[in-house]
């Protein structure tokens, strides 16, 4: 195969030509992307909880959200009488405030930000099927319009789903050696831990169970880190504890309780039932990895002989698993006996979903990447599916 081709009578590289359309096609489809939620945005009318938190709490809608004084105020009602999610509901108030245009962006930013940083979770870059992936994923998934568009609904389940992918992010690439920090960066991830604990006990959930099985899991290389690494991770889990800590166990968390059923349900696992779709395609994933990742051995044997366990390469859908997968699952056991688990709620659960179904869509296509074609026709198909999908979602919020 030629390896430069003559346009207009100059000779450029097949190489540089495929490197420019991979960025023309990720920076264009980045743009569809923010112009779609954009558009989103500004034509979703107002939920009656934007409107609610528009007021301090308590006030009988006497006092706006409008001055350092009425946000604490206000901050205070939540974490005494209804829950320990005061970060969210206080900005609701502060951007009710303001213009609807500057909501409106910032969330667009936050929205595409998100999308992106999970890509980057378990790949060294975000590629054009990386990000069409996890946008995909989103886009099939349950409430799109109340996640994403509403003021209250973008900050109780975007905003802290975003601070949690940013902290996998940089937690799981430095404690595996991918990433390194300076002492300020490390300060700053350490302070970080504690505001996405303290945003939201889904979160809190998570990102707790997160921190578990990649420290329990790897316990031996944890005791092999030099010494700042180790106080830095144990700061890094402690403080994430205490900001988790605060708003599970926060007063109005119990007093709400107290006035619902907490006997163990298996409601819980409507989300589930209601995401079935992207987890059924998100589990096939793993399959063909396991097996693009042994496809060598099972050719070998060609499936004549029992082939053993130990032969396999399980490190790709280990990781996957046992550091994402099974937190996921874990921190579900406590909705069991919350009875109010909505389908919103579920986002943070999906980050792990999605961190491990974009790895995969990479892995495949790379695995595939001779086949340019097959791959840019398969980008091209999918890209229709996902925005035919995505249009009609932007007209209901269910």
Known sequence: MEKEINIFGIKIERKKISNFIKLASKIGLIILILGSIFILNHSVLLSPDDYNYTWVQGSN????????????ETAKFFYNNWTGRIIPHVLVGIFRNLNPMVFEIVNTLVFMLFVIVITKVLNKKSSFLGILSVFGYLAFSMMFGEKFAWISGSLNYLWPSAFLAIFIYFVYNYFIGEKELNKLQKVLLILYSFIVGFSHENVAFVGGAFLVCLILFNIKKVLKFDLKKKITISLIFIVFCLGAFATIF???????????????????????KDNIKVLIVTGISIITVFVLNNIELIKTEKLKSFISLKKFNFDIVKEEILYFLLPALIATIP?????????????????????????????????????????????IVLTLVVFGRFSPSTLRTN
């Open 61 to 72: 809608m006497t006092k706006r959200v409008d001055s350092i004084e009425n946000c604490i």
């Open 250 to 272: 926060a007063p109005g968390n119990f007093k709400r309780v107290n006035e619902t059923d907490t006997s163990f349900s298996w409601l819980f696992l409507q989300n589930y």
């Open 335 to 379: 909705m069991a006996i919350i009875s109010y688990f909505p389908p919103r709620a579920f986002l943070a659960y999906e980050v792990m979903f999605m961190i491990i179904f974009s790895k995969n869509v990479c892995f495949i296509a790379k695995y595939f990447e001779k086949h340019e074609i097959l791959i840019a026709i398969a980008s």
